[in-house]
Each structure stands twice: as C-alpha cells, then as structure tokens.
C-alpha cells in the first residue's frame, strides 16, 4: 500500500515526517522525498496494507497537508528506481529530478537540503519555507 501526494514547502513535509515518527501503528516501508521546483512529491510506502480505519485516518492526515499526486511517467520511474534499489546520485542523473530523501522518514536530509538550496540562493522561496 503507498501514497503518494504533492506538498506545498518544506514544513508541511518536515509535519508528515514528525507524524511518522510518532504514530506507531504505521507500518512504514519507506518515505521519498523529492523537491520540485514548485512544491514537494512525498511517496510513503507501507510494509502492509492498513486497516480500512487506518488507511482513512492517515489519508485524512495527508489530504489536510497537500493533494493527492499521480505523478508523470520520468518522475515514477525516478520512484520505481529508488524502490528497486538504485541510488539515489543514479535516479538523480537518469531521471533529473531531486531526490531529496529516501528510506526511513528522516526530518534532517529535507533540513539539510533546505538550508543548502537557500544558501546557494541567497533568498528562500515560498516552497523551502
């Protein structure tokens, strides 16, 4: 079971990566996180399916964050490569897409990215806030 959705900066995404962390009954997989020049593609992949409570509950959750993505045909290969175990630096190149985080939910890689990207800047823009 995954979800993928679209966020609008990197505070709503950085909340979704502290819900994970704090909600137990999740069976979290993996969490992507790719930064578009517009907003955030967070893919969250289960290691089984939820309950149909559950799977309610916690699409409620990200519907309150950003909208459901189907997203384009480069940027779910970029998703199937990291799933099947390509590196990160490899679906960066073949697909040029940023892929910001990949694997456990990790608040400091997106933190990271955000102060690099508006280092290089000189500015943040309304999606790294």
Same mark, same amino acid.
């Given at each position: 079971m995954e979800y993928i959705y679209y966020l609008a900066n990197a505070s709503l995404t950085l909340?979704? &990566?502290?819900y994970?962390?704090?909600? *137990? @009954?999740l069976p979290v997989q993996f969490m992507t996180v790719i930064h578009r020049i517009d !907003? @955030?593609?967070v893919k969250v992949k289960m290691q089984q399916p939820l309950e149909p409570q /559950? =799977? !309610?509950d916690?699409?409620?959750?990200?519907n309150e964050l950003g909208i459901p993505y189907e997203p384009e045909i480069r940027l779910r290969m970029a998703l199937w490569g990291l799933e099947t175990g /390509? *590196?990160?630096? =490899? &679906?960066?190149?073949?697909y040029q &897409?940023?892929?910001? *985080?990949? !694997? *456990?939910p990790d608040r400091s890689e997106i933190e990271e990215f955000?102060?690099?990207?508006?280092r290089g800047l000189g500015y943040c823009p309304e999606t790294l806030a």
């Amino acid at each position: 079971m995954e979800y993928i959705y679209y966020l609008a900066n990197a505070s709503l995404t950085l909340r979704l &990566v502290e819900y994970l962390h704090n909600t *137990s @009954w999740l069976p979290v997989q993996f969490m992507t996180v790719i930064h578009r020049i517009d !907003g @955030w593609v967070v893919k969250v992949k289960m290691q089984q399916p939820l309950e149909p409570q /559950q =799977d !309610g509950d916690f699409r409620a959750y990200l519907n309150e964050l950003g909208i459901p993505y189907e997203p384009e045909i480069r940027l779910r290969m970029a998703l199937w490569g990291l799933e099947t175990g /390509q *590196s990160p630096v =490899d &679906v960066m190149r073949r697909y040029q &897409v940023a892929v910001v *985080s990949h !694997g *456990s939910p990790d608040r400091s890689e997106i933190e990271e990215f955000r102060k690099q990207f508006v280092r290089g800047l000189g500015y943040c823009p309304e999606t790294l806030a």
